[in-house]
């Protein structure tokens, strides 16, 4: 935290508490307005009257044996057009965010990234008020061993 604001770097590595992912590293795109998360397997489905999807994350790069199934209340369907101007209408779920130690609830739109070096795209609405962005920089938060965190959770 520089001068009150969180400080970023242009990737970071993000923890989803909600969604059971203790680690994906996210690219932060001040051109996006919403964040994307990696996803596949999309099924909607209704739970007490309310719209609700159940999807799975790989959430390291060029790794498919680590999955999470996850599942989200729906927030929302919108039309997202990507950074090579393709439309797509995409499930919007929120949920909570955790870079370097602070959290934040944010919304995050569900798409197969599987062609894109980063399972997750942090967006600039999720980075309002008080956050400072350094494009020069990487992992201003820290480094994760990510791969050790997903090895330990399986022996556990």
Known sequence: MTNGKITLG???WCVLPELGIPAI???????AKTSALHTFGIEPYTENG???V???VHPLQRNETVVRECTAP????REVT???????MRYVIE?????????????MSLTNRDTMRFRMLLGRKAMT?????YPDKSFVNGRLRARKIYESEETK
């Open 10 to 12: 242009w990737r970071e």
């Open 25 to 31: 590293k996210a690219k932060v795109d001040t051109g």
């Open 50 to 52: 309310a719209p609700w």
């Open 54 to 56: 159940r999807f799975f």
């Open 74 to 77: 729906v927030v929302d369907e």
């Open 82 to 88: 990507d950074s090579g101007g393709h439309c797509e």
């Open 95 to 107: 949920t909570l965010v955790e870079i370097g130690g602070e959290s934040r609830r944010i919304e």
């Open 129 to 133: 008020g008080d956050i400072a962005v």
